[in-house]
């Protein structure tokens, strides 16, 4: 069999030519195409990548403000059950207070009520005892009592003390002073000259007593003179007894 190499060579040329216009019209755009294809295909993938990095990054802010959130909500809880504990603490402090403050009142009221019961009682039984006491001296009185006074007085006043003496002293020895001798009874003239005697030797001075009757003395005889008093009577006695009952029933401060 022979060979056309004239054909062949057509051929061959033709094939060249084939592959060169594939190549030009065919292949190199395919290339082109399938590059800008892979070009867009990983611009779109890093676009998905920007965006999936973003959602990523929203995810985690929109997470850690639900934390705060959370936290913040958690602690707000915690104040606001601890602000009830203390207001309902402070309610029950102040309920409590009050109460025990209305109890003490009212047990001050019932202690006050009770004392001034037992006062207005103690010093009603007392008031008695001693009016009785008071009128059962009067009734004793007698001439042996007077005259018992009498001396009584007179040892009263030989018995002062210096400087009670010199008190007195001085207060007599004012001209313009007033010496008064009060007796629950009618002196005799012999009471009044022991008791006269005894007043001027004891004080020094000629002094001329205004002797009078005081009927409120019961059973008792005072000097007065110049605001001072020097006294002697069962009175005085009754009276130390009332001061010290009424201290005793008194209410306590």
């Not at 030519?17 to 292949?27: A, E, R, T």
């Not at 009142?105 to 009770?114: G, P, S």
Request: hydrophobic share 55%.
């Amino acid at each position: 069999m022979l060979i056309d190499w004239f054909t062949v060579g057509a051929q061959a040329i033709n094939f060249i030519v084939l592959i060169g216009l594939l190549k030009h019209f065919l292949y190199q755009p395919v290339l082109d195409a399938v590059d800008a294809r892979e070009a867009r295909i990983a611009g779109q993938l890093a676009d998905a990548q920007a965006l999936q990095a973003k959602a990523v990054a929203e995810r985690d802010a929109l997470h850690a403000r639900h934390e705060a959130f959370e936290h913040e909500r958690q602690a707000l809880l915690k104040q606001a059950v601890h602000d009830a504990q203390v207001e309902r603490q402070r309610l029950v402090d102040e309920a409590t207070h009050e109460a025990d403050a209305l109890k003490a009142k009212h047990q001050r009221a019932l202690a006050e009520q009770a004392a001034q019961l037992q006062q207005t009682l103690d010093q009603g039984v007392g008031h008695e005892v001693f009016a009785i006491a008071r009128r059962a001296l009067a009734d004793l009185a007698s001439a042996s009592l007077e005259a018992r006074i009498a001396e009584r007085f007179v040892e009263r006043v030989n018995a002062l003390d210096a400087a009670a003496r010199a008190e007195l002293v001085q207060v007599l020895a004012d001209p313009c002073t007033t010496a008064i001798l009060r007796s629950a009874f009618e002196l005799s003239a012999a009471q009044r000259g022991v008791i006269q005697a005894a007043v001027d030797a004891a004080f020094g001075t000629n002094l001329a007593l205004q002797f009078q009757t005081a009927p409120q003395l019961i059973a008792g005889i005072e000097l007065e003179a110049g605001g001072r008093t020097l006294a002697w009577n069962i009175a005085h006695y009754l009276a130390d007894l009332h001061a010290a009952v009424a201290a005793l029933t008194a209410p306590p401060a």
